[in-house]
């Protein structure tokens, strides 16, 4: 198994510039999650999914948004990306109720 | 609202124990408690539900204090591995997702 995978592992964006942030996980679980994390703090949930077609919006959802067609896959979009959404992106899945399982993570710069 | 992490750092030497706290303003169902090494992604630790049930797949252990609204996470005989940031989780069930609110961390540094 590979676990949470996430692509891709860097990028730099030009302010108003969008793009997609894929995460794909095979453990088949039914719950998935995206953070962020600002250099030194904690991690702060931006949207998560409780199954295909299911999404919600968690702590920071403003200027992204997720799509869940399928199991596996959970997709962030930045759109007019912004110089304060330069962080670290953690797509993390699970099952009730047990623990997370993080990706790798995004590094994003906004410049 | 963000659980509060105590201490924000902590140095020990090989083999000496720690205790890292988590203390939130509103009532706890659960805390979650994870490990990040730099660079890396978090690692999961350690589930604590209201009750006393316990997941975990580490041997480490932690206590909850549903009254007090704290957990606090055990490290005894620490290692060199045990070094990193450990982050407590805090929040509820929306149909099955966990939906948390971390806190801001403990850097914990063992050194030889």
């Known amino acids: 198994n590979a676990g949470v995978t996430q692509t891709p592992k860097f990028r730099i964006l030009k302010i108003g510039q969008s793009m997609t942030l894929q995460c794909t996980q095979d453990?088949?679980?039914?719950?998935m999650y995206w953070y962020r994390q600002d250099p030194g703090m904690g991690l702060k949930l931006i949207y998560y999914?409780?199954?295909?077609?299911?999404?919600d919006k968690g702590e920071v959802p403003n200027g992204y948004n997720v799509s869940r067609s399928t199991t596996e896959d959970f997709p962030l979009r930045l759109e007019l990306a912004a110089p304060s959404q330069t962080s670290v992106y953690f797509c993390a899945s699970s099952n009730r109720p047990e623990g997370q399982f993080f990706g790798p993570g995004t590094r994003l710069t906004v410049l | 609202q963000q659980p509060v992490q105590s201490p924000q750092a902590v140095i020990l030497r090989e083999g000496e124990d720690a205790v890292i706290n988590c203390s939130s303003s509103k009532a706890l169902y659960s805390v979650h408690w994870y490990r990040q090494k730099h660079g890396e992604a978090p690692v999961f630790l350690m589930i604590?539900?209201?009750?006393?049930e316990q997941k975990g797949h580490e041997k480490i252990s932690a206590s909850f204090n549903e009254k007090k609204q704290q957990s606090s996470l055990y490290l005894t005989a620490s290692q060199l591995s045990y070094s990193g940031t450990y982050f407590c989780?805090?929040?509820?069930?929306?149909?099955?997702?966990?939906?948390?609110?971390f806190g801001q961390g403990t850097r914990l540094t063992i050194n030889p």
């Open positions: 453990m088949n679980h039914n719950y």
């Open positions: 989780g805090t929040g509820g069930i929306i149909q099955g997702a966990q939906k948390l609110v």
């Open positions: 999914s409780v199954g295909a077609g299911i999404t």
């Open positions: 604590l539900l209201k009750g006393g």
